[in-house]
């Protein structure tokens, strides 16, 4: 897609204007040596004008045949340099792992949460911080039997839902997204909600726009020229989105600390608060307000997200092949008949397991992985990276990578079968990154997706809705920092 067509006209002027002020050389590239190659930028713009902005992982496929596994290309005055397949990603993110680790200071992130929190926090901050929560996630049951034991009522929660529409044609996103987002608000907040709840409500609805918006070309044009946000409507509807989630969560926090008891610890909220007592007066603590802002909306977004947008992959996929649906209720039949799936049950559902997990696969649903940097002057397949480069580990790339799967563009659980039907983990298997910057909640999502997946399909066959076809369903993705399905009905009859 041209990206001039995306952009305003005053923008476009300026852009010009820029362009006939400022000299090249002010734009020259801070690399030396034998940085990777890639296509010859334009002043100012650099490769802008050659992108897809709705979906840019589809160029860097495209340049990658050119350019091979390590390319560089140039977003405005950013030297990004992406990486492109198995071996190449996890040789970056997995063998040197202290050098891919560092995030870079995004003016979308530095302008909303200021190197705080942990999902785009760097150095000592993200040290504590992630620590802090893979520990409390563990401490308030992530993994364990209690948060099964709310997963599974939570299903309950969201089964009526679903019954109460009589198989008639529904979108699922808001359902999904408000049973996912309680298992993370009961580890968050030690609470849940009701899905017709006006705060709940209203707190999905500015996650969901202000995910859309981060992943919008206009915000990729504000992360290249900062000084145009003034020009940018997406830019400011982020900001006041953000600002109402940002008070919402003092407000919880405030209330938190009104009954909060040492002794007896409610919710991640109460554990941080008594860790922020613990440390009061610390010179350079990391236990203050701005962080636990911040950690408890980066945990709300993406515990809310990602499931739900696999789960909604999952159910639109066992629409579009009614053969696989069959098959992975007739292994529910055979294992587990009417009772409630528990997590035990995994490793007995070898067929369910591989459909869950190609459905991560096939999906993709963050094709460039959240961007990375590098901490210190790195070499990596015979090419020089300087300290402080801005990193695309391509996700699409692994996902889809010719060598490691056998049908890469084609929905096939046997990429997870054995010929005895047996699950087969595979180690280009990388919907929740690796390394270092690995997906804190995995463990949590994993259960999730397991637990819900296999629920929907014990009770409901999934179709699409009188007078469309299967052929007609339609399993291009959406584009975002997150890709959804495109949003469309599918009818949930309850099985007999």
Known sequence: MDWVNLVPVGLLLILIFLLILKSQHVWKSHTRGNFPPGP?????????????????HLTMLELAKTYGPVFSIQMGPWKMVVLSGYDTVKEALVNQAEAFAGRPKLPIVKDTGNGKGVIFSDGENWKVMRRFTLTTLRDFGMGKKAIEDFIVQ?????????????????????????????VIVSILLGKRYDYEDPTFRRLLA??????????????????????????????????????????????????????LDRNDQRSFIDTFLVRQQEENGKANGYFHNENLTEVVRNLFAAGMETTSTTLRWGLLLMAKYPEIQKQVQEE????????????????????????IHETQRFANILPLNLPHETTADVTLKGYFIPKG????????????????WEKPDVFYPEHFLDSNGKFVKKDAFMPFSAGRRICAGETL????????????????????????????????????????????????????
């Open 389 to 404: 480069t801005y990193i695309v580990p391509l996700l699409a790339s692994v996902l889809r990578d010719e060598t490691q």
């Open 40 to 56: 010859r930028p334009l002043p100012i713009i650099g490769n802008l004008h050659i992108m897809n902005l709705e979906r840019p």
């Open 154 to 182: 939570e299903y309950g929660h969201l089964a009526e839902n679903i019954e109460a529409e009589k198989g008639k044609p529904l979108d699922m996103t808001l359902m999904m997204n408000s049973a996912t987002a309680n």
């Open 206 to 259: 500015l996650l969901n726009q202000n995910i859309r918006i981060f992943g919008s070309p206009s915000i990729s044009i504000y992360n290249m020229f900062p000084f145009l946000g003034f020009l940018l409507k997406d830019y400011k509807t982020f900001l006041q989105n953000m600002k109402e989630m940002n008070a919402f969560i003092k407000a919880t926090f405030i209330e938190h600390l009104k009954t």
């Open 332 to 355: 529910i039949e055979e294992v587990i008949g009417s009772n409630p799936p528990r997590i035990e049950h995994r490793t007995q559902m070898p067929y369910t397991d591989a459909v």
């Open 445 to 496: 999502a994993k259960m999730e997706l397991f637990l819900f997946f296999t629920s929907l399909l014990q009770r409901f066959t999934f179709h699409p809705p009188p007078g469309v076809s299967i052929s007609d369903l339609d399993i291009s993705p959406s584009s975002g920092i997150t890709v959804p399905p495109l949003t469309q009905a599918i009818c949930a009859v309850p099985r007999s």
